[in-house]
């Protein structure tokens, strides 16, 4: 377990949006948890002044994946552009972070610094990278699960707090299957955070999406190969302002109670559910990952024993932790700040237990328009155009409804929208694949509810 001094440790705070009145027989509790990071090094994907002491920042190793496959030769500019993007990337490391190179094909390859182990990054070694990328050249087949072992070997040879994967590829996983990469994900997940991008339009979404997803990271589409340079600064910045590494939310509760689900909904929405791990008597652990300066959201939701008319009872008590590396048997977990309570009050007063906490509310809309918008992509592919247009005008009228103008936009490249408030639209019949990709990709991204 990573042992942090309380200096060296971004502010930790939860809060709990709900409305705990349920009626007689009620049983179905759901909250809304904000957990905010406060005092770390990264508002956004602004690297902000270090919080840390000089030479007390947390140690970082990142490996870059880089697709060199035959497929990025198509057009030459796209091998140029990978390798300048991994130049700059490399250039935002912050000095002293460990780093490697991976030539990803049919086969992983180490580019820089070779060896079976990591460079340390100051202004030579630096330039040393950006020589042996020059040497990047497009030839093979595509196979990331080996990209994703060999990183995870180099990553975990390093004794370092933060352990960060960069992957780019711009074509579909061919040569290896689909077991094949989900052994490697399953490997790596909770080894290190990944960050996943599509260059071009040859590549399949649900395969970035889901490394990102297994791996903890994010996922974009970069159509235009000519803003990967950008696009890999920013998640390098956002990289080097990570602090604590591993973080989970851990959820208590009492006898009796069933977690339904467990779910992160902002900034994006990624389930957790599936990923708990015990934490004692009636505790599981959910991870969430690295963390800066940052805030997420999160939705529980929790059936408890139905009680009498004015009981009241808590229902779950939610905090974040640092559990113990390799999930060492009697090693304490690391704390990280206040928790947050969820409560169940059984009344009679309608008006107070029919009313929806607007926070969960906003939240299972966004749930239902990332869904919404999947659905309707896959039934559009399948030639199901009417399903297709229920799903999407769905997505149009829950999109506007809650605000979320980026999502709004990227559909109406999709669809033509005759009323958005009543979700009347018509599929278009030309889309550029890129448009299509580009709202498949980013479907899970939310807006925060309006305070």
Same mark, same amino acid.
């Given at each position: $377990?990573?042992?942090?001094?309380?200096?060296?440790?971004? *502010?930790?705070?939860?809060?709990?949006?709900?409305?705990?009145?349920?009626?007689?027989? #009620?049983?179905?509790?759901?909250?809304?948890?904000?957990?905010?990071?406060?005092? #770390?090094?990264?508002?956004?994907?602004?690297?902000?002044?270090?919080?840390?002491?000089?030479?007390?920042?947390?140690?970082?190793?990142?490996?870059?994946?880089?697709?060199?496959?035959?497929?990025?030769?198509?057009?030459?500019?796209?091998?140029?552009?990978?390798?300048?993007?991994?130049?700059?990337?490399?250039?935002?490391?912050?000095?002293?972070?460990?780093?490697?190179?991976?030539?990803?094909?049919?086969?992983?390859?180490?580019?820089?610094?070779?060896?079976?182990?990591?460079?340390?990054?100051?202004?030579?070694?630096?330039?040393?990278?950006?020589?042996?990328?020059?040497?990047?050249?497009?030839?093979?087949?595509?196979?990331?699960? =080996?990209?994703?072992?060999?990183?995870?070997?180099?990553?975990?040879?390093?004794?370092?707090?933060?352990?960060? #994967?960069?992957?780019?590829?711009? /074509?579909?996983?061919?040569?290896?299957?689909?077991?094949?990469? *989900?052994?490697? +994900?399953?490997?790596?997940?909770?080894?290190?955070?990944?960050?996943?991008?599509?260059?071009?339009?040859?590549?399949?979404?649900?395969?970035?999406?889901?490394?990102?997803?297994?791996? +903890?990271?994010?996922?974009?589409?970069?159509?235009?190969?000519?803003?990967?340079?950008?696009?890999?600064? %920013?998640?390098?910045? =956002?990289?080097?302002?990570?602090?604590?590494?591993?973080?989970?939310?851990?959820?208590?509760?009492?006898?009796?109670?069933?977690?339904?689900?467990?779910?992160?909904?902002?900034?994006?929405?990624?389930?957790?559910?599936?990923? *708990?791990?015990?934490?004692?008597?009636?505790? /599981?652990?959910?991870?969430?990952?690295?963390?800066?300066?940052?805030?997420?959201?999160?939705?529980?939701?929790?059936?408890?024993?139905?009680?009498?008319?004015?009981?009241? $009872?808590?229902?779950? *008590?939610?905090?974040?932790?640092?559990?113990?590396? #390799?999930?060492?048997?009697?090693?304490?977990?690391?704390?990280?700040?206040?928790?947050?309570?969820?409560?169940?009050?059984?009344?009679?007063?309608?008006?107070?237990?029919?009313?929806?906490?607007?926070?969960?509310?906003?939240?299972?809309?966004?749930?239902?328009?990332?869904?919404?918008?999947?659905?309707?992509?896959?039934?559009?592919?399948?030639?199901?155009?009417?399903?297709?247009?229920?799903?999407?005008? %769905?997505?149009?009228?829950?999109?506007?409804?809650?605000?979320?103008?980026?999502?709004?936009?990227?559909?109406?490249?999709?669809?033509?929208?005759?009323?958005?408030?009543?979700?009347?639209?018509?599929?278009?019949?030309?889309?550029?694949?890129?448009?299509?990709?580009?709202?498949?990709?980013?479907?899970?991204?939310?807006?925060?509810?309006?305070?």
């Amino acid at each position: $377990m990573a042992n942090f001094a309380k200096s060296n440790v971004p *502010r930790f705070s939860v809060d709990v949006y709900q409305n705990e009145y349920l009626p007689e027989g #009620g049983s179905e509790v759901n909250a809304i948890v904000t957990a905010t990071a406060t005092g #770390g090094g990264t508002i956004g994907s602004t690297v902000a002044a270090p919080a840390y002491p000089q030479g007390q920042r947390p140690s970082a190793a990142v490996v870059i994946m880089v697709d060199c496959s035959g497929s990025m030769d198509y057009p030459p500019t796209k091998m140029r552009n990978a390798r300048d993007a991994t130049a700059a990337a490399i250039d935002t490391l912050r000095d002293g972070t460990h780093f490697a190179v991976i030539d990803g094909t049919h086969v992983a390859r180490e580019v820089y610094p070779g060896g079976g182990r990591l460079a340390v990054a100051d202004a030579t070694t630096r330039e040393q990278a950006r020589s042996a990328l020059r040497r990047l050249s497009a030839g093979g087949g595509t196979a990331i699960g =080996t990209w994703l072992r060999l990183a995870d070997r180099l990553l975990s040879a390093a004794d370092v707090t933060i352990r960060h #994967g960069i992957l780019l590829t711009d /074509g579909r996983n061919e040569h290896e299957s689909p077991q094949d990469l *989900r052994a490697a +994900l399953d490997a790596c997940a909770g080894r290190f955070t990944c960050d996943a991008r599509g260059v071009g339009t040859d590549w399949e979404v649900k395969e970035v999406t889901g490394i990102a997803s297994a791996l +903890l990271g994010t996922a974009d589409i970069v159509a235009d190969p000519s803003g990967l340079a950008a696009d890999f600064t %920013r998640m390098m910045e =956002t990289a080097m302002g990570k602090e604590v590494a591993d973080v989970a939310l851990r959820v208590w509760t009492p006898v009796g109670t069933t977690i339904r689900f467990v779910k992160q909904v902002a900034p994006s929405v990624v389930d957790l559910t599936a990923r *708990r791990t015990e934490a004692g008597p009636r505790a /599981g652990d959910y991870p969430t990952g690295s963390w800066g300066d940052e805030s997420r959201d999160y939705h529980l939701c929790v059936t408890v024993p139905p009680a009498g008319l004015g009981q009241e $009872m808590l229902a779950a *008590r939610v905090s974040l932790v640092v559990p113990p590396a #390799g999930g060492a048997a009697g090693e304490p977990a690391q704390p990280l700040g206040a928790q947050g309570l969820v409560r169940a009050v059984w009344t009679d007063d309608m008006t107070a237990s029919t009313s929806i906490s607007p926070q969960v509310a906003h939240y299972t809309g966004q749930a239902e328009l990332a869904q919404a918008i999947q659905q309707g992509i896959d039934l559009r592919k399948a030639g199901d155009f009417d399903g297709a247009t229920a799903k999407l005008g %769905r997505a149009v009228q829950l999109a506007s409804a809650s605000g979320n103008a980026d999502t709004a936009k990227l559909l109406a490249k999709v669809v033509d929208v005759v009323d958005a408030a009543t979700g009347t639209v018509r599929l278009k019949t030309r889309v550029a694949e890129a448009d299509e990709m580009t709202l498949e990709t980013r479907s899970t991204k939310t807006v925060r509810v309006k305070k």
